[in-house]
């Protein structure tokens, strides 16, 4: 795969402390990619300095083969970016915030504002005032700006920020659209967890600064060794035996187990030579939720990341 983006031991210090601590990280053509952390964490400093509105102290950042450091020009011409809110003239059309944008770059065509406004499904309210415009329709105009030059990368801050559930579900449908058939990188900045789970391919998780964790969300997130919840009736007469050749674990159902699907087979025929009634077997996964509270129990961190959406 093509390296788009490439973040190279990177820090930031600002009077003595240390906001970034040596961040290093590749992002793939036609990825997003998520940088879930609290508030706080240093996920906006990071897309800051990606886009150049913030130096690096240390470190290097590398967009499609070239560096921010060295060759600035070279490398941001293929980024868009909004960074926290987008910004328009709000006494202006939707179509006359483009122009304006549009003329910033070189080759932004007529047939390009359309097929633009068209992809970010603004088109019936693209005439209208931005002053008239819900959140929601700022956002996608927003994105529609990021667009228009036809950048190898996306950058979007907390871009579900004050969102209802409804335009939250639209603006993942969009960023999951462009990576998978414009081929774009997508970094998106987030402390929701569900909705980064359901957006991201692959998610960074940083806290106070320093990169914590790397998890691809579409690899196998079971435990080591498979768990499965078994609700059974009443287990006294086999709790012995259980305890001594399995690895169980008893909850209000009945029990947990930690054994392969092979030898989970084996231990149904057991229960029921046993007489032990079984209701239910169901396969235990570990959610976002579960691997991120995991990691910051481990590193003693505060768990303050939003599990949900609202």
Same mark, same amino acid.
């Given at each position: 795969?093509?390296?788009?983006?490439?973040?190279?031991?990177?820090?930031?210090?600002?009077?003595?402390?240390?906001?970034?601590?040596? $961040?290093?990280?590749? $992002?793939?053509?036609?990825?997003?990619?998520?940088?879930?952390?609290?508030?706080? #964490?240093?996920?906006?400093?990071?897309?800051?300095?990606?886009?150049?509105?913030?130096?690096?102290?240390?470190?290097?950042?590398?967009?499609?083969?070239?560096?921010?450091?060295?060759?600035?020009?070279?490398?941001?011409?293929?980024?868009?970016?909004?960074?926290?809110?987008?910004?328009?003239?709000?006494?202006?059309?939707?179509?006359?915030?483009?122009?304006?944008?549009?003329?910033?770059?070189?080759?932004?065509?007529?047939?390009?504002?359309?097929?633009?406004?068209?992809?970010?499904?603004?088109?019936?309210? $693209?005439?209208?005032?931005?002053?008239?415009?819900? *959140?929601?329709?700022?956002?996608?105009?927003? *994105?529609?700006? #990021?667009?228009?030059?036809?950048?190898?990368?996306?950058?979007?801050?907390?871009?579900?920020?004050?969102?209802?559930?409804?335009?939250?579900?639209?603006?993942?449908?969009?960023?999951?659209?462009?990576?998978?058939?414009?081929?774009?990188? $997508?970094?998106?900045?987030?402390? *929701?967890?569900?909705?980064?789970?359901?957006?991201?391919?692959?998610?960074?998780?940083?806290?106070?600064?320093?990169?914590?964790?790397?998890?691809?969300?579409?690899?196998?997130?079971?435990?080591?060794?498979? #768990?499965?919840?078994?609700?059974?009736?009443?287990?006294?007469?086999?709790?012995?035996?259980?305890?001594?050749?399995?690895?169980?674990?008893?909850?209000?159902?009945?029990?947990?187990?930690? #054994?392969?699907?092979?030898?989970?087979?084996?231990?149904?025929?057991?229960?029921?030579?046993?007489?032990?009634?079984?209701?239910?077997?169901?396969?235990?996964?570990?959610?976002?939720?579960?691997?991120?509270?995991?990691?910051?129990?481990?590193?003693?961190?505060?768990?303050?990341?939003?599990?949900?959406?609202?």
């Amino acid at each position: 795969m093509t390296t788009v983006l490439s973040i190279e031991n990177v820090s930031k210090t600002m009077g003595k402390k240390k906001i970034i601590d040596d $961040i290093s990280l590749t $992002i793939q053509e036609g990825e997003v990619f998520g940088l879930l952390g609290p508030n706080g #964490a240093g996920k906006t400093t990071t897309i800051r300095m990606i886009v150049g509105l913030m130096k690096m102290t240390s470190g290097d950042i590398v967009i499609c083969g070239n560096s921010i450091r060295k060759d600035f020009e070279q490398a941001i011409k293929h980024v868009g970016a909004i960074v926290e809110n987008p910004e328009m003239y709000q006494h202006l059309t939707g179509y006359q915030n483009l122009v304006q944008y549009g003329r910033m770059h070189k080759q932004v065509s007529k047939e390009k504002l359309k097929e633009t406004i068209e992809l970010v499904r603004l088109g019936d309210r $693209i005439n209208d005032k931005v002053k008239t415009y819900s *959140l929601g329709m700022k956002q996608r105009l927003g *994105l529609a700006q #990021a667009l228009l030059h036809e950048p190898k990368l996306l950058i979007l801050d907390e871009p579900t920020n004050g969102l209802d559930p409804a335009g939250i579900r639209e603006m993942r449908d969009h960023l999951r659209f462009l990576a998978k058939e414009k081929q774009l990188s $997508i970094v998106v900045s987030s402390h *929701l967890l569900s909705e980064m789970e359901m957006m991201c391919d692959r998610i960074a998780i940083i806290q106070q600064g320093k990169l914590i964790a790397v998890h691809d969300i579409h690899e196998d997130t079971t435990y080591d060794q498979p #768990a499965y919840s078994f609700e059974t009736g009443s287990l006294d007469s086999a709790w012995v035996w259980l305890e001594e050749k399995w690895k169980v674990e008893r909850n209000e159902e009945g029990f947990i187990v930690h #054994a392969t699907k092979e030898k989970i087979a084996k231990l149904v025929k057991e229960l029921s030579n046993s007489d032990i009634d079984i209701y239910g077997i169901k396969k235990i996964t570990r959610t976002l939720e579960d691997r991120f509270l995991e990691i910051t129990k481990q590193q003693g961190g505060k768990e303050n990341v939003s599990t949900n959406s609202k």
